[in-house]
């Protein structure tokens, strides 16, 4: 190939690549150019500053040495002295470049192969940019493709302008592709990698079905009906639920259409996955009972803090609620976002009697009563020797059978119980060596000092250093399920933000921040409490 080759050949190759490859026709010229440069450098010197300039129009080709403009030239090959630049260019000044002409010249067949080279590296460069910005901006979408190939089970799909893979793993079970078949997969993931961009594509994903019913259902589309949340278990059963921004319009038969036209659709994309259809509900209660169908609910339990539900069915819906292999419980905690735990009405009887005769031992061993008496404040509700001791004595004096000189006695005793049960954790928090100074801060009980110096904190400089997390403990979800981990006081009925108050007055008493510090810590402890109500809320 030599400098001097047709001109207009040269365009027409740079405008058929650029066609064929789908990038900037500029791009294919400055590859021209780049390589052009490469294989001059190879027949003047690599260390020679060369330009090669293509014009787009005439598609000439000019090749240029630069000399940079020094004092003192060292190397004329690639410097030139400013008295001499001036003799060119009178405004020439040191730093600045000098274009010296080079004379048309031929490339040898190893100096045409490395240009080549350089052409293919450039263009596929371009080639990867332009299919990482195409679909870096398709992410949450569905796109269709043919199978290209498969390889140790992953799908390479066609996408047309780009190849995108569907993972063994993202893939419906027991579903086979084969080489030129059609799919629909949505785009979860687009990186930039070193051999290109990678398109993945997924078939299980839930967004894929939410995307689904997005395009079968006009009313989802429109936004009149919005899609709260979905769980599926791909290719056998999936949950979603749906609530309608119109009360004239029932969100569950709109997105099952006339005879099941639109969820039917939905299903045959996804090889016959069974879908429920459940109204969302703002109530957890409700929502829950909801997500549990076809199982029918005898009563609900929440444990709002911990994110935690008790259900009660009756016996004959035990295996109905659970679902094969724990599979409708399991996607109606995915669902909801709460732990699900169910038992019968039995199992609920059951655990209520143990509890019941756990409180009545209890009253029964710290107030010293009678099982009777023991009986009658547990069925009343009171669920520990704490709540006996500072209740209003009216509420113990108005129980059937009691009068005020009993309800003075059992308070008495609770206190007398309390007390003891003080005196002896205080003696077991002297022994662990925990300082008298931590009983300085508000809320701590000797009880919380003996499970302190349990666990080694046993100075208030100890105290000071811990996060809220090591005293109340903190919760995980992965996989769809919330794992809990116990924190010091997790014992004890003490809330994070009574934990982070604490743990202030600890950094106060040490010297670790000021009053003024510690007015701007409760503040911060008080907006965080009101911002992490608001979100319950929401």
Known sequence: MAVSANRLELLQI????????????????????????????SRYGSETNIRADINSKTGEIRLQRLLEVVEVAEDYGTQIPLELARDRNVDAKLGDFIADPLPPMDFGRIAAQSAKQVIVQKVREAERDRQFDEFKDRMGEIVNGTVKRVEYGNVIV???????????????????????????????????????????????????????????????????????????????????????????IDPVGACVGM???????????????????IPWSQDP???????LQPAEVAKVV???????????????????????????????????????DIMTEAEESERRQKEFNERTNLFMEALDVDEMVGQVLASEGFAAVEELAYVELDEIASIDGFDEDTANEIQTRAKEFLERIEAENDAKRVALGVQDELKQIDGLTAQMLVALGEEGIKTVE?????????????????????????????????????????????????????????????????????????????
Request: hydrophobic share 40%; net charge negative; proline share 2%.
């Open 14 to 41: 740079a405008d058929a690549v650029a066609r064929e490859k789908v990038i900037d026709r500029e791009i294919v010229l400055a590859a021209m150019a780049d390589a052009i440069q490469k294989a001059a450098r």
């Open 158 to 248: 066609d996408l047309g302008r780009g190849e995108g893979i569907i993972r063994r793993d993202e893939m419906i079970p027991r579903e086979n592709m084969r080489y030129g078949d059609r799919v629909r997969a949505y785009v979860y993931d687009v990186r930039r990698e070193q051999r290109g961009p990678q398109i993945f594509l997924s078939r299980t994903h839930p967004q894929f079905m939410v995307k689904l019913f997005t395009m079968e259902v006009p009313e989802i589309y429109d936004g009149i009906i919005q899609i709260k949340s979905v769980a599926r278990d791909p290719g056998s059963r999936a949950k979603i639920a749906v609530i309608s921004n119109d009360s004239s």
């Open 259 to 277: 005879r099941g036209s639109r969820v039917q659709a939905v299903v045959g994309e996804l090889q016959g996955e069974k879908i429920d259809i």
């Open 285 to 291: 209660a409700s929502f829950i009972v909801n997500a």
């Open 302 to 340: 929440l444990d709002e803090d911990a994110e935690r539900i008790e259900v009660v069915v009756p016996d004959e819906q035990l295996s109905l609620a659970i679902g094969r292999r724990g599979q409708n419980v399991r996607l109606a905690s995915q669902l909801t976002g709460w732990d699900i």
């Open 462 to 538: 100890d105290f000071a250093g811990c996060a809220a997390d090591d005293l109340v403990g903190w919760s995980e979800r992965k996989n769809n399920e919330t794992k809990k981990f116990e924190g010091t006081f997790s014992k004890f009925d003490v809330s994070r933000v009574e934990a982070e108050n604490m743990i202030v007055q600890a950094r106060l008493l040490a010297g670790w921040i000021t009053e003024a510090d510690l007015a701007t810590a409760e503040e911060e402890v008080a907006e965080t409490s009101e911002e992490a109500e608001a979100a319950e809320q929401e």
